[in-house]
C-alpha cells in the first residue's frame, strides 16, 4: 500500500471514529445495555421490565383539625429478575417530621412526628415494626423474600397531621381549602439501573414513581367537594343534579361553563345533604395520586375534542375572591388542544386536567396546584403545568434524578405554546438566569443528578438550560422534524422509565440526524454561552460580518441590521453552524443603504457578555 493509500485509510478510520463517537454513559447505565434491559438505540430491549401495583385506598380527612388517616392494600407485582430481600417504602409526609433531613424551610409549628404506621402486614403476616426502619422519608422492610416474578399483598394503617403553614406542594391552603398529595405510603420504584430509588424526599427534589392503578375512597364531611386525579365513581351519591348537569354541558360543549358558581356554596346547591361524604375515585396506570377539596370554590371548565372519539374535561377550580383565576379555564383548555394537535400532537392521554387554586406551582397526575398568578405568569404557569402531563406522567422518567427530562420540556412549552394561546402578552423570556450563571463556579452540565443542584444555578441548569436547547433545535430541525422526534421517543417510553440516554437515542433516531454533537456540547459539558461580534468590513456596499462563538457554548446567531433609514434587516443561522467545532463564521450581505448599527442576538439567544454584541458604524 502506497504512503497516499495508507495516510488516506488513516484518515477515513479517523473520521469513522469521530462520526461513531457515542455519548459518555455512566456506568450504572452500561449494565442496562448488557442485561438486554434496553436498547443502544434508545428503545426499551428484549428483557425490560419495571415493577409495579394496585393500590385500594380508604381515607378519612377532617379539615378541623387537619387528621388525615387511612388504610391501604397494594398488590405489588416483581416483574424484575431479582429476588428482594427488603422493601423500601416512601413516607413523603415525613418531610414534616421534626428530624427529617430538609432543604426547604418550615414553620416549626407545622412540625410533627410524622406519619405513623400503626399497622403493616405482607401476606397477612405482621411485619413488626422493629423490622421497619424509618429514616426521614424513607421506609425500609427487611426480612422479606419476594422471587422474581411473585406477586406480594401488603396491608397498611396510616395517619399524619397535614401540615398548615409551610406550603410544599401539599397542605392546607385555607380554612376551607387543602391540597391533599404524597398522602399515602407507598412502594418505592425498583429499575435496572440503580435498584432501589433511595433518594430522600428533601423538600427541592421531586418524584420518582411506578406506574400503578389507584382505588381510592375519601371520606369528607358533606359540605365539602373533592377533586381527584382520576375518575369520580359515584357523582350521583355527591352532586345534586343541576351540578352533574353542568359537568355534562361543560364536557360536551367548547365553551368555558360553570359548573359551580360562589351562590351556588351559598344557596347549598352544589352537594347531597350528608354529615360525611364518600368520594369514590378510579386511576389506571398511574404514577401517583393526589387530592384536593374546597367548601367555597368555585369550578369552571370547558370540553376539549383530543381525537376524533376522545373528549377531555379542562378545570379551573378557585377561590372566587382571586379574580386572576377568571381565564385560567380557558387556558387549561388551549393548552391541551395545543398539545393534542400541534406541539408535539400527542391526544391528551387523560380524562381531565384540573388547576386548583393553592400555594405553589406543582403538577400531578390530572390535578395541579398553581398560585393566582396574574397576566403572563398566569398563562405561562397553566402551560407549564398542564405540559408536565406528557413529562414525567405519561412518560415516567425520574424527576428525582433527571429532573431536566420533564422540567425542560415543560419550560420550552411556557415559550414554544405562548404565540398559540391567543392572548396579547409579548413573546419573550428572561435570560438573566442562565446569563448571570453559566460558567461560574456553581454552574454545572445538564446531565448532572438534580439533588447535587443547588445555588443560583439550579433553575438554569434543571429547567432553562435544557429548555433553551430544544428551542435550538426546533428552530434548527423546525417544528415537523422535532415533534415527530418527540412522538417517536413518547411512543418508546410511554408508560415506562427512561433514561437521558434513551431520550437522546430516540431524539436522533426520530428525527433522522444524529444530533449527539448538541447533546454532548449543550447538556453534558459546562459551556458558556457567549457571542460577539468581530470584525466588520464594509466595501462598496459588500459587507462581511464576522461573528465569534467566544464562548465554547453553541447558540444560534441571530443578527439584527439597522440602516440610517430606519429600517431594518435581519440574518440568522441556526445551531448547526458550529457543529463541526468552528469558533468564527462570516456573514454577507450587500446594500445600496447606510448601514448604522449591527446586533447580536434576540430574546432567547442566552449570552453571557452583551458588551460584544453590537457595532456602530462610526463616521
Known amino acids: 500500500m502506497s504512503k497516499i493509500c495508507r495516510t488516506l485509510a488513516v484518515m477515513l478510520s479517523l473520521l469513522g471514529s469521530l462520526h461513531a463517537q457515542q455519548l459518555p454513559v455512566?456506568?450504572?447505565f452500561k449494565k442496562s445495555y448488557q442485561q438486554q434491559t434496553r436498547h443502544t438505540d434508545g428503545t426499551p430491549g428484549k428483557n425490560y421490565w419495571q415493577n409495579g401495583g394496585k393500590y385500594t385506598i380508604q381515607v378519612q380527612y377532617n379539615p378541623a383539625n387537619r387528621e388525615l388517616s387511612g388504610t391501604e392494600g397494594i398488590d405489588y407485582y416483581n416483574n424484575s429478575p431479582d429476588t428482594l430481600k427488603r422493601m423500601v417504602f416512601k413516607l413523603y409526609?415525613?418531610?414534616?417530621?421534626?428530624?427529617?433531613?430538609?432543604?426547604?424551610?418550615?414553620?416549626?409549628?407545622?412540625?410533627?412526628?410524622?406519619?405513623?404506621?400503626?399497622?403493616?402486614?405482607?401476606?397477612?403476616?405482621?411485619?413488626?415494626?422493629?423490622?421497619?426502619?424509618?429514616?426521614?422519608?424513607?421506609?425500609?422492610?427487611?426480612?422479606?423474600?419476594?422471587l422474581p416474578g411473585q406477586h406480594v399483598h401488603v396491608d397498611v394503617d396510616f395517619n399524619y397531621t397535614l401540615n398548615k403553614t409551610s406550603f410544599i406542594r401539599t397542605g392546607q391552603i385555607d380554612t376551607g381549602a387543602c391540597m391533599i398529595a404524597y398522602f399515602f405510603p407507598r412502594i418505592a420504584v425498583y429499575d435496572d439501573i440503580d435498584g432501589w430509588n433511595e433518594y430522600p424526599y428533601a423538600g427541592k427534589e421531586e418524584f420518582y414513581n411506578d406506574y400503578c392503578d389507584f382505588s381510592v375512597d375519601i371520606a369528607v364531611p358533606g359540605n365539602y367537594a373533592v377533586w381527584a386525579t382520576g375518575e369520580l365513581q359515584n357523582r350521583n351519591m355527591v352532586y345534586q343534579p343541576a351540578i352533574l348537569h353542568n359537568?355534562?354541558?361543560?364536557?360536551?360543549?367548547?365553551?368555558?361553563?360553570?359548573?359551580?358558581?360562589?351562590?351556588?356554596?351559598?344557596?347549598?346547591?352544589?352537594?347531597?345533604?350528608?354529615?360525611?361524604?364518600?368520594?369514590?375515585f378510579?386511576?389506571?396506570?398511574?404514577?401517583?395520586?393526589?387530592?384536593?377539596?374546597?367548601?367555597?370554590?368555585?369550578?369552571?371548565?370547558?370540553?376539549?375534542?383530543?381525537?376524533?372519539?376522545?373528549?377531555?374535561?379542562?378545570?379551573a377550580v378557585f377561590n372566587p375572591a382571586h379574580q386572576s383565576y377568571e381565564p385560567v379555564a380557558g387556558y387549561v383548555r388551549k393548552t391541551i388542544d395545543l398539545i393534542s394537535h400541534q406541539a408535539p400532537g400527542i391526544p391528551f392521554p387523560y380524562p381531565h386536567e384540573t388547576i386548583f387554586d393553592g400555594l405553589d406551582a406543582m403538577e400531578y397526575p390530572m390535578m395541579v396546584n398553581n398560585l393566582p398568578f396574574e397576566g403572563l405568569e398566569a398563562v405561562q404557569f397553566t402551560i407549564h403545568e398542564v405540559f408536565h402531563t406528557l413529562f414525567p406522567f405519561y412518560v415516567g422518567s425520574n424527576e428525582t434524578?433527571?429532573?431536566?427530562?420533564?422540567?425542560?420540556?415543560?419550560t420550552y412549552a411556557e415559550f414554544m405554546l405562548l404565540k398559540g394561546m391567543q392572548t396579547t402578552f409579548k413573546d419573550e423570556y428572561d435570560m438573566r438566569a442562565i446569563n448571570e450563571s453559566a460558567g461560574t463556579d456553581i454552574d454545572v452540565p445538564v446531565m448532572t443528578p438534580t439533588p447535587q443542584l443547588y445555588g443560583a444555578a439550579r433553575f438554569s441548569d434543571k429547567d432553562l438550560k435544557p429548555a433553551l436547547?430544544?428551542?435550538?433545535?426546533?428552530?434548527?430541525?423546525?417544528?415537523?422534524v422535532l415533534y415527530k422526534a418527540l412522538r417517536y421517543y413518547i411512543s418508546q417510553w410511554k408508560g415506562k422509565h427512561p433514561t437521558p440516554?434513551?431520550?437522546?437515542?430516540?431524539?436522533?433516531?426520530?428525527?433522522?440526524?444524529?444530533?449527539?454533537?448538541?447533546?454532548?456540547?449543550?447538556?453534558?459539558?459546562?459551556?458558556?454561552?457567549?457571542?460577539?461580534?468581530?470584525?466588520?468590513?464594509?466595501?462598496?456596499?459588500?459587507?462581511?460580518?464576522?461573528v465569534e462563538r467566544v464562548g465554547a457554548g453553541m447558540v444560534p446567531v441571530h443578527v439584527e441590521i439597522s440602516y440610517a433609514d430606519g429600517s431594518k434587516e435581519w440574518m440568522s443561522r441556526t445551531v448547526d453552524c458550529w457543529k463541526d467545532g468552528q469558533r468564527k463564521l462570516t456573514l454577507a450581505f450587500k446594500t445600496r443603504k447606510t448601514v448604522t448599527a449591527i446586533q447580536l442576538g434576540d430574546n432567547y439567544d442566552a449570552d453571557v457578555d452583551k458588551r460584544n454584541n453590537k457595532?456602530?458604524?462610526k463616521k
Open 26 to 28: 455512566a456506568v450504572n
Open 93 to 146: 409526609p415525613n418531610l414534616y417530621q421534626a428530624q427529617a433531613m430538609r432543604n426547604v424551610p418550615l414553620s416549626p409549628d407545622d412540625l410533627t412526628q410524622g406519619m405513623t404506621i400503626s399497622r403493616m402486614q405482607l401476606d397477612s403476616v405482621t411485619i413488626a415494626e422493629k423490622k421497619r426502619i424509618i429514616r426521614g422519608t424513607n421506609m425500609y422492610v427487611n426480612g422479606v423474600h419476594i
Open 401 to 410: 434524578k433527571y429532573s431536566f427530562m420533564d422540567e425542560g420540556w415543560a
Open 282 to 315: 378510579e386511576a389506571k396506570d398511574v404514577t401517583d395520586f393526589a387530592f384536593a377539596l374546597s367548601n367555597h370554590y368555585v369550578w369552571k371548565a370547558g370540553g376539549v375534542q383530543v381525537s376524533p372519539t376522545g373528549r377531555v374535561l379542562a378545570n
Open 501 to 546: 440516554y434513551d431520550f437522546f437515542a430516540c431524539m436522533n433516531k426520530g428525527a433522522g440526524v444524529n444530533l449527539d454533537w448538541f447533546w454532548q456540547n449543550w447538556y453534558f459539558e459546562k459551556h458558556v454561552p457567549d457571542l460577539g461580534i468581530g470584525q466588520v468590513t464594509n466595501k462598496n456596499g459588500q459587507y462581511h460580518v464576522v
Open 469 to 480: 436547547g430544544f428551542r435550538y433545535l426546533q428552530e434548527w430541525l423546525g417544528d415537523t
Open 247 to 280: 359537568i355534562d354541558k361543560a364536557l360536551t360543549g367548547d365553551s368555558i361553563v360553570d359548573i359551580i358558581r360562589a351562590t351556588d356554596w351559598e344557596k347549598h346547591a352544589v352537594l347531597l345533604p350528608a354529615t360525611t361524604h364518600h368520594w369514590q
Open 615 to 617: 457595532w456602530v458604524y
